[in-house]
């Protein structure tokens, strides 16, 4: 059985102000008018799957379980994580609650902040995975880079394609310009997506072996788990024990049953204003334009998202401008990246 | 009698979105805490006056009523147009007003939206216009020029300066760069103020013999206005018919009785976002930030004027943001003539 791990901790502070606190990107309407949380489920209809494994924080709970309810008839399990401890042993207690429907269980590992535009191509990808995994294999998705992007890491494949997977060389870093050059002309790379496909019982296993405190905590945090109606609430003190890690690190990069299946589906992971810039729709002038009531003046290749109020712009060249209730951000496009230190500033301040 | 006839008729577009409609700039406190009109009347204090002479439109009448109530013990003559004519008939019709109080009246004529920063040396100059005024002549203040501005209008003085006044020769309209830069280096150029000084009597002689029909309907108007406690209220027929004009067309460009008082004393008329910039204190990044919550990283030479939000911004140069309750500007501030345009444009769709 296929069974979607759909992974929603994160905090999301680069899309500030827009994205924070109790609204954090994945739970926000940013490109259709499905939230981003809803679009990864939907993306994979049609496909035969379990009930969906959703882990995220205490303070999302409700959120999670209401906007999973809107767009799937199959009651989920809602894995709640007293603290944040990274990825790696979210997907293994996760992968536990697969495992408690189906021992065998195949899962889909989902980051719920990415777009892909190509359904069918990913669903195809999704199935061969699948197929590599039901043979003990851990796949990852590599996407077949577009550009020589620098904010991406890479993972290398080697070998033939074989039932549509390639032999997983290794992770590398997010490059410098040239070495991204380099990678983007040897069709060797990709980008490392954050997307996997295993078994559940295979990832366990490798985790205990390259990692096995996290792999014991992990499980013991969700067998000692309190269970209620709607949600599974991981057991705080097992879980904080936990030197929480990235499922690259801990398992990933050691693993020998490392596979990449290619995806070539118009995949973005909408971490940052300038990627949703990139990935939307422009106007005459390539600006990308949401809101109320919008009017630009000699205003070119700008990101504005209105709030509730007008917002008129004169003269501005590759600027983004994010309106909210609370909070307003204009930042050159080139420097968005730097919206994490505001929202930490904020953050620090209270 | 010296008497202040306050102009306070502009709807002050060019500092959109906080002055607008019902708040236009001369009604804020742009600049100190008190409002640009308020301002106006007292850096006249310690002069010995008359009651001042306020020309507005009806739409605004309670807020000149309120503002000039607060800084002046004595009551002001409120003249309320029925619509726009530009500046010549409302100084006519103020004259008219300033007359009842005393018919040698001599008026100072200030527009509501300037800054002077040395108070003194502003009455120093009032004080010779008024001694020239004495003697039959219009005299008009001629702003010290302190960089080759091409956005003012410029008046010649010539001849020796006598009793603190020169004669007016010519008014010039705003120059391009290199006729502004002669202007500067002759010395005998300064910058159009519109801010004028006479006796109410002359200037009603000078406009009945250059431009009867204007005399004739303003006095009119003033005549045939219907007066309550507060208000007085220009009659609308007559004023309609009013083909209306600046005061430096209908009479200081043509009488002969022109004189030039030179005025060197930090003045501006706030007449936009990036006057207001070059007149208010710089931090140490050059920009010049008002309001409640503003973090700038990497921002230089920018005017952030925040409302009720946080304002972030990050890696801009030379830019204006305004923010307000209904609408927020952001403009380069090289092309932030242009708000005019902006605020056209959201008043024609009403």
């Known amino acids: 059985m296929l069974i979607p791990i759909i992974l929603s901790g994160g905090a999301g502070t680069r899309l500030w102000p827009l994205s924070w606190g109790d609204h954090p990107k994945q739970f926000l309407p940013l490109i259709s008018n499905k939230t981003m949380i809803q679009e990864t489920l939907l993306r994979l209809k049609g496909l035969e799957l379990g009930a969906p ?21 199959v009651k989920p399990a809602i894995i709640l994580e007293p603290m944040a401890k990274n990825t790696a042993p979210a997907i293994a207690a996760a992968c536990c609650a697969a495992m408690k429907q189906d021992k065998d269980a195949v899962v889909v ?22 197929a590599n995994a039901e043979k003990g294999y851990l796949v990852t998705f590599g996407i077949v880079p577009t550009f020589p992007a620098t904010g991406y890491g890479y993972v290398k494949a ?40 295993f078994k559940a019982a295979t990832f366990l296993e490798e985790l205990k072996l390259y990692n096995p405190e996290m792999a014991e905590l992990s499980i013991e945090a969700f067998e000692k788990a309190s269970i209620d109606t709607d949600f599974i609430r991981l057991n705080t003190e097992a879980f904080g024990k936990i030197k929480g890690d990235s499922i690259d690190y801990a398992v990933m990069e050691k693993t020998r049953k490392g596979r990449v299946v290619k995806l070539n589906a118009g995949w973005d992971d909408v971490g940052s204003w300038s990627a949703l810039y990139d990935i939307s729709k422009k106007d005459e002038n390539q600006n990308v334009i949401k809101g109320y009531d919008v009017i630009t003046l000699d205003t070119t290749s700008s990101y504005i998202r209105g709030g509730k109020r007008t917002i008129a ?13 609370d909070a307003l951000l204009v930042a050159a496009k080139g420097k968005i990246q730097d919206v994490k230190k505001i929202a930490e500033q904020i953050k620090s301040r209270g």
């Open 313 to 325: 712009t004169i003269g501005l060249d590759d600027v983004v401008i994010v309106d909210s209730d």
């Open 158 to 197: 080697s070998g033939d394609e074989s039932d549509g997977a390639y032999r997983l060389e290794k992770f590398v870093e997010k490059p410098c310009l040239e070495k991204a050059q380099e990678y983007l002309a040897s069709g060797e790379y990709s980008w490392n997506s954050g997307m996997f496909v």
């Open 109 to 130: 590992v989902l980051p719920s902040d990415h777009v892909i535009a190509d359904v069918e191509a990913f669903q195809k990808a999704v199935k061969a995975a699948a």
């Open 53 to 73: 494994v959703i882990s995220c924080g205490e303070g999302h709970r409700f959120m999670v379980a209401q906007q999973i309810g809107e767009v799937s008839d």
